[in-house]
């Protein structure tokens, strides 16, 4: 397998584009742009002995590449973020839970509303309004703090009576009498129709609304200004009335914005500050804007083991912007990232304009930069801090429990799953100190046990597992079920290499804890850290219990609806998993993608097509 990607790699042509690396169940695992594919990717081929345990790490999941060409390395860079926040690799740098970050969008409807969201529900919501021509919805943020967000929105509120409610309007009045957040002067109630509220009167509340956003007071103020004096002139005095309300609520809150007295006015720039702690690293941001700290986050960052600071600066400056839509002029920030140049470009055209990228060596701006850098690490500290709490607690209490001499520094917890006794499969998770570590995790096909059978099902995995003794010995083992199942576990240890290996049992509805020195079950409070902890373990490994289990289901489904697909083999079977990495993956690919596939052409992929969408 090496030498025939070898041998593929030197195939690559010497041109810009985007690699991808895959493991050999086709699963992306890193995604990276070069200016010379085929010099880049040559060298995850290179041994190195002094490369660092991350790139070993990947060398030795890598099992083929796959790559897309391009003009130039900006459109690499492009393309690159947008194939990061589709794979979401392992190997890559990513914001921590970025999908579930909040975000203030301002609707592309007709009469546009307010909506917080997070990403993780976009799908969801976006199919709620039908967007009006010629019309672009605006995003705000990623924010870190919700409950800041919500703040704002009840501020905004107050401030610019915009709809609330999510029924469609297409300027005919509706049935329905306005809500009462029109009685309390919130809403203009767009819903009486185009002839009670102007579309273009609106529009321009939504564009305050959105220069309120992106810390353009200025600009607002002598906006609203302007309108209070023309209603004041035509003598509609109630307008004006509401408008000099709306400037006043106004200058209040731009009062209240903390004043950077020691950077010059007229920029708005963000300030980036990357900080490292305990095998952890974030940035923290400054955003300013004229002159004033409009918002601060912290960024948790994962994928970093192994990586320079220059990297890490670089794939958080992709990954915030790309998804930023009020781009400032400058950026000042603490380390120089990677493919400076390339950065300013890509920039330069989600802006529409440069953005300088900077690293101020002396002066107020550098304090800025420090202060956000001190911010980081503070907050990075005490994160540590609250993780050595969560566990070292918990396990000193486990350990006078279990009767351990010290703390156990890797607990294996064990769990089955099937549907009826079929595609039974054994989950087990690992956590060492107390936090999970994936790369443990294995996955196993019950081959023996008799179908529905969960205690030999149980018995089956322990002894395949104490026969592997290079994975390393636990020293706790945690069970998700009762008595019977820890006496099962106890009887299939007895006289392996594991014998000995503490056991113990969770058991649901309620929760109690079984020993097997304990004739009795142990009864926790809810709030009890070790129960919280063993109950992380438990659900963890059911819910990787219950994945494993519907993969295989799916995919012995899938494997059943190919064989009866003409023309389709074992071996393009097997290509066809290879190529997309899952069943479901299979099942949802278009015809272009099928195409793709080594030995299928675009007449056999339109028979797999509607073979699979017809089931």
Not at 114 to 138: N, T, W
Not at 172 to 184: G, K, T, V
Not at 347 to 358: E, I, M, N, S, T
Request: net charge positive; with cysteine.
């Amino acid at each position: 397998m090496f030498k025939e990607l070898k041998e593929k790699v030197n195939r690559l042509p010497d041109q810009p584009g985007v690699y991808l690396l895959k493991d050999e169940n086709g699963k992306v695992i890193y995604v990276g742009k070069a200016l010379s594919l085929r010099q880049r990717v040559r060298s995850y081929l290179a041994g190195s002995v002094s490369g660092s345990p991350r790139l070993k790490s990947l060398q030795n999941r890598l099992a083929d590449v796959d790559y897309v060409v391009t003009d130039t390395g900006v459109e690499a860079l492009i393309l690159e973020c947008s194939l990061i926040k589709e794979y979401r690799p392992r190997f890559n740098v990513n914001l921590k839970d970025d999908k579930d970050y909040p975000y203030l969008i301002l609707t592309a409807e007709l009469y546009p509303r307010l909506e917080l969201l997070r990403l993780s529900q976009r799908g969801g919501r976006r199919g709620r309004y039908r967007p009006a021509d010629g019309r672009e919805e605006h995003r705000f943020g990623p924010y870190t703090d919700v409950s800041a967000v919500r703040e704002t929105m009840r501020l905004l509120g107050s401030i610019f009576p915009l709809r609330r409610c999510r029924q469609p309007l297409t300027g005919s009045p509706a049935p329905e009498r306005p809500c009462l957040n029109y009685q309390m002067k919130r809403c203009l109630a767009p819903c009486r129709g185009r002839e009670a509220v102007c579309p273009d009167d609106y529009e321009k509340m939504a564009n305050q609304v959105i220069m309120f956003l992106q810390g353009r007071y200025s600009e607002l103020e002598n906006s609203l200004k302007k309108q209070m004096e023309q209603a004041a002139a035509e003598e509609r005095f109630e307008a004006a009335a509401a408008l000099r309300d709306r400037l006043l609520s106004l200058q209040r809150v731009a009062g209240q914005q903390q004043k950077v007295l020691s950077l010059e006015s007229g920029i708005d720039r963000d300030i980036l500050a990357l900080a490292r702690h305990d095998g952890h690293a974030a940035v923290h941001l400054f955003q300013i804007r004229d002159g004033k700290l409009l918002r601060q986050g912290f960024f948790p960052l994962s994928g970093t083991e192994g990586v320079d600071n220059e990297e890490i600066m670089a794939s958080f400056i992709k990954n915030y912007y790309n998804s930023e839509e009020n781009l400032p002029r400058e950026i000042a920030v603490s380390d120089q990232p990677a493919d400076a140049g390339l950065l300013r470009e890509w920039l330069k055209g989600r802006a529409g304009r440069k953005v300088d990228l900077r690293i101020p060596k002396r002066g107020p701006l550098k304090k800025m930069v420090d202060l956000a850098g001190r911010n980081c690490l503070l907050r990075l500290q005490e994160d540590a801090e609250q993780r050595r709490r969560k566990t070292e607690e918990p396990l000193r209490e486990l350990t006078r429990l279990a009767g351990l001499e010290e703390p156990p520094r890797r607990i294996e917890g064990y769990d089955i799953s099937h549907l009826g006794g079929g595609e039974t499969v054994g989950a087990m998770v690992v956590f060492r100190e107390g936090e999970p570590f994936k790369e443990d995790y294995r996955l196993f096909n019950i081959k023996e046990a008799p179908a529905g059978d969960d205690y030999a099902a149980l018995q089956e995995v322990l002894l395949r597992r104490a026969g592997r003794g290079d994975w390393g010995r636990p020293d706790l083992i945690l069970i998700d079920g009762g008595r019977g199942q820890l006496n099962s576990a106890f009887e299939a240890l007895h006289g392996t290499p594991l014998e000995g290996v503490p056991l113990i049992a969770l058991a649901k509805n309620p929760d109690q804890l079984f020993l097997t020195a304990a004739a009795q079950p142990v009864r926790l409070p809810a709030r009890n850290p070790m129960l919280q902890l063993l109950q992380r373990i438990r659900d963890e490994v059911h819910r990787f219990a219950v994945s494993g289990h519907r993969r295989r289901r799916s995919s012995r489904s899938i494997h059943s609806l190919l064989e009866d697909i003409p023309g389709i083999g074992p071996a393009r079977r097997t290509a066809l998993l290879n190529h997309f990495g899952s069943a479901e993956n299979i099942m949802k690919a278009p015809v272009e993608q099928l195409e793709e596939v080594p030995t299928i052409n675009r007449a056999l992929a339109f028979v797999i097509y509607r073979s699979l969408r017809g089931h």
